[in-house]
């Protein structure tokens, strides 16, 4: 087997997720390769680290003291907040999109779209034509 299909499968591996006869063909590669066996070695010693975590040092229980704090901060006041009328909403809504659609139109009427068109038609001419002479002469 190769070397970096052993690797991929090496973590399923070292956790004994892999078949049996899938083990026994890494196992006779591992006996082979030194480049493997170090793989191997890295990746039981990152299980090791991270199955057994060292003690976390003693750490001061801040809870109750940021507690104590929120509960001696003076109330927020209570704001009431203007309520928009749904109708005014869909107001809005409505003369934006008239808006758009006599922005579109007037894009459309005056050509904007066509000129726009034209304008990438002739930028992509012009790079093709470019592009072309650099891969047959070699030089800008």
Known sequence: MKCE?????????AAHELPPETSLLI????NQCPECQAWYQEIT???QIWGNPDPVMDMPD???????EVRQMPPLAVRSLPRSRPRES?????????LAACLTFCLFQFGIFEH????????????????EHIFKEGNP
């Open 116 to 131: 726009l068109g034209n304008g990438l038609t002739e930028a992509t001419q012009h790079l093709s034509t470019r592009m």
């Open 27 to 30: 196992e006779k590669h591992l």
């Open 62 to 68: 801040i809870v109750a003291g940021v507690m104590e």
């Open 45 to 47: 010693e990152m299980s």
């Open 90 to 98: 869909q107001k809005s809504k409505l003369a934006h999109f008239g």
């Open 5 to 13: 299909l052993i690797q991929y499968q090496m973590a399923a591996y």
